[in-house]
């Protein structure tokens, strides 16, 4: 993946993020420990995966962390998309459930 807009700024990378998930608690914990990475910059977060279909082109945003359990829609229909609309964009997908 070829990534043009991360900022290299002296000893690290400045990377805008988008937080995707929908338990609030996950988005609490999520923002806590990425504040302490220098150079991530929290763009927004979000709590479905509509939303921040629709908000894809208005936002720049060079990676998005996304539940792989989406209450509203498909993570795979959010990665298609993301891949068509914004094929720059990087994805860290997690889960934190334990069943398979």
Known sequence: MKVTR???????IMAS??????????????REILKT?????????????RQFLDALSKRQ????ILEVWLGDCSTLEVLKE???????MGALVYSARTER
């Open 37 to 49: 990475i220098p150079g991530m910059v929290i763009a927004g977060m979000m709590a479905n995966g």
């Open 82 to 88: 993301l891949k068509r609309c914004c094929p720059a």
């Open 6 to 12: 991360w900022i290299w700024s002296g000893f690290f």
């Open 17 to 30: 993020l988008l937080i995707l998930e929908d338990h609030p608690i996950v988005v609490l914990g999520l």
């Open 61 to 64: 945003i060079d990676l998005v």
